[in-house]
């Protein structure tokens, strides 16, 4: 199911790259390097969050708050997702993002890891207790699944409108970009986009 907030996209200048997963999983990292390395577009969800709040005048705590009484935030935050991913040659990473432009995505990528993995990635590199970033990580995950469930009806622990799912856990970061990548080529050329970042898999074919 899509999530219709617009009716259509205009015209789309190139591809839309979505990245979702849990925190912890990876997305981040793999969204920006693939943008960087095929000169597309980077736009993470948590970037519109807070040029919104910066409009309204408010603090990103602040905008949270208002968001759970309000849900027309929600809504502001999701469609200006998908105007972004509407003028295409971008790639979109967050959460949620690839179930709100899920009917424009040319691939729509899972990325995720074993939960203790990713508790011990986020604790490491924000210098955090262990414990706490466990109950923030299960809470914000219990809470985006709910927003969903209460906005559009939809599950998101339904996968079945990703591309590729990737478990990262088991892998190096460089094993795991190499599988994204390499998918990501293949799909992008299958459809007729010409990225000269991708030509090589072109020619292996």
């Not at 577009?41 to 009484?69: C, D, H, M, P, W």
């Not at 559009?152 to 990737?166: H, K, M, R, T, W």
Request: proline share 2%; hydrophobic share 35%; glycine share 8%.
């Amino acid at each position: 199911m899509a999530i219709q907030i617009l009716r259509s996209c205009r015209s789309k200048k190139g591809p839309t790259i979505a990245f979702s997963g849990p925190p912890g999983g990876g997305k981040t990292t793999y969204a920006k390097r693939l943008a960087q390395e095929l000169g597309l577009e980077y736009y993470s969800a948590g970037t519109i969050f807070r040029e919104y709040a910066r409009e309204r005048g408010v603090s990103l705590e602040e905008l949270n708050q208002l968001a759970i009484k309000d849900p027309r935030i929600d809504y502001e935050i999701d469609s200006r997702t998908y105007r972004i991913g509407c003028r295409g040659n971008v790639v979109l990473e967050g959460h949620l993002v690839a179930w709100v432009i899920s009917s424009i995505a040319d691939v729509k990528i899972y990325i995720t890891a074993p939960l203790e993995t990713r508790v011990e990635r986020i604790a490491r590199r924000e210098g955090r207790n262990r414990d706490e970033v466990l109950r923030e990580t299960i809470f914000r995950e219990y809470m985006h699944r709910q927003r969903f469930l209460m906005l559009y009806g939809i599950d998101i622990a339904n996968l079945q409108i990703f591309n590729l799912v990737l478990d990262t856990g088991s892998l190096s970061a460089e094993e795991a970009y190499s599988l994204i990548r390499s998918y990501v080529c293949a799909v992008l050329l299958r459809k007729g986009y010409r990225l000269d970042k991708c030509a090589g898999l072109d020619n292996q074919r």
